[in-house]
């Protein structure tokens, strides 16, 4: 498949069966995001891999948004590794590189067979406390990542783009 086709066929996913993730997959989709390009190459990026049932458990209390996904990524980053803009102490690379990072695991998922669902419905304090993040790390957003359930399907809007000229300027 073709990137432009595997950024067509890919969808949030909000409904998972109850197949094992091999690990030989799990593995493969953190050494693609491994790969992914950060702010200065600081990569202060952590994925936290939730499968255990205590953490699924945690998690379920945490956001409405896991779907049943066998394993949950959780993206953090630490801000003491994150690139610093010049002349704007107040924004650093952590949430980007994190969002960087996702976007090939979402990818790589597809390629190996899974879905994914990006969740941005949750309080990120309550999950760095809940699995015990250090203070310096940050919680930017979890991934739901599994096989997809029998008759899953895209959201009604998945499809629904707007025009190139509404999102596209040329100065």
């Known amino acids: 498949m073709t990137f432009e086709e595997m950024a067509k066929a890919r969808y949030s996913v909000r409904k998972y069966s109850d197949k094992r993730i091999e690990d030989e997959k799990l593995q493969k989709i953190l050494q693609v995001a491994n790969l992914a390009p950060t702010a200065k190459n600081t990569q202060c990026i952590r994925i936290y891999v939730l499968k255990s049932e205590e953490a699924m458990n945690k998690i379920k209390g945490l956001?409405?948004?896991?779907?049943?996904a066998p394993v949950v990524l959780l993206?953090?980053?630490?801000?003491?590794?994150?690139?610093v803009y010049p002349n704007q102490e107040a924004?650093?690379?952590g949430a980007e590189d994190c969002s960087i990072v996702a976007t090939h695991v979402m990818f790589?998922?597809?390629?190996?067979?899974?879905?994914?669902?990006?969740v941005?419905?949750?309080t990120p304090a309550e999950v760095e406390k809940a699995f015990n993040l250090p203070?310096?790390?940050?919680a930017v957003l979890l991934m739901d990542l599994g096989y997809e359930a029998e008759g899953n399907v895209p959201a009604p809007r998945h499809s629904?783009?707007?025009?190139?000229?509404?999102?596209?300027?040329?100065?």
């Open 135 to 138: 203070a310096t790390q940050h």
């Open 75 to 83: 993206f953090a980053y630490e801000e003491s590794e994150a690139y």
């Open 108 to 118: 790589e998922a597809l390629e190996q067979g899974l879905g994914t669902c990006w």
């Open 120 to 122: 941005n419905v949750f």
């Open 160 to 171: 629904e783009k707007k025009a190139l000229s509404e999102i596209v300027r040329e100065l």
């Open 63 to 68: 956001t409405r948004c896991s779907y049943g």
């Open 91 to 93: 924004q650093d690379s």
